[in-house]
């Protein structure tokens, strides 16, 4: 389970948190239910999001459940930098649609103090590991994988299975386009893909 910092109140360097997992896993939730808390205590947050991510809403952002939190749509991680200056939470989503510098931003505003939230897939719809997202997991102090229901087994889902013939890496879509699968079940389903 996810815990707070709460060592030692006079150090003041942040640190970054990381959510991972496919979609349909409660990645946005959780972001949301973090800074809403961070809110709820007072804290200067400030929200950001890729500016090709209009699936739900032009500014907030939105989980499958319509939970929602107001931010700031970024065409470049270079963007968070400016804006985030004088904040004490930073919650970033889909990260993994960002450039490389997104690494570099996380790093240097919690090497300002500021406590940095990130959410975005761990993996793309071929399993490979995706983006920026591994350099994220490894200078996080804090990772939190979470997982979905596998649409055919039940059991616990860490991929994004793509059900279109799109090869395109980023191609936005929801429950049409994409299904939460378990290792096994993706396994096959890329099995019957390939052999088509």
């Known amino acids: 389970m996810f815990l707070e910092n709460t060592v030692n109140h006079k150090e003041q ?7 991972c997992g496919s979609m349909f896993s409660g990645k946005t939730e959780e972001l949301i239910r973090r800074l809403k808390r961070a809110q ?8 950001f999001k890729p ?14 459940d319509a939970n929602e939190i107001r931010s700031t749509p970024v065409p470049a991680a270079a963007n968070i930098a400016i804006l985030a200056q004088g904040c004490d939470v930073v919650g970033i989503d889909e990260a993994q649609f ?3 510098e997104i690494v570099k931003i996380c790093n240097d505003l919690a090497n300002q103090g500021i406590r940095v939230i990130v959410a975005g ?6 399993g490979n590991p995706f983006g920026p997202m591994p350099a994220l997991m490894a200078t996080a102090e804090y990772v939190t994988k979470v997982h ?11 991929y994004s299975f793509r059900k279109t013939d799109n090869d395109k890496l980023v191609m936005l879509g929801e429950t049409e386009e994409y299904e939460p699968l378990s290792r096994a079940a993706y396994f096959y389903a890329m099995k019957k893909d390939e052999e088509k």
């Open 121 to 126: 897939l761990d993996m793309d719809f071929k």
């Open 98 to 100: 960002f450039d490389d």
């Open 51 to 64: 500016e090709i991510d209009t699936r739900y809403h032009d500014v907030m952002v939105v989980s499958h």
């Open 40 to 47: 709820f205590a007072k804290q200067k947050v400030e929200i």
């Open 148 to 158: 979905a229901v596998c649409t055919r087994t039940g059991n616990l889902a860490n």
């Open 13 to 19: 360097f942040g640190w970054i948190e990381v959510i």
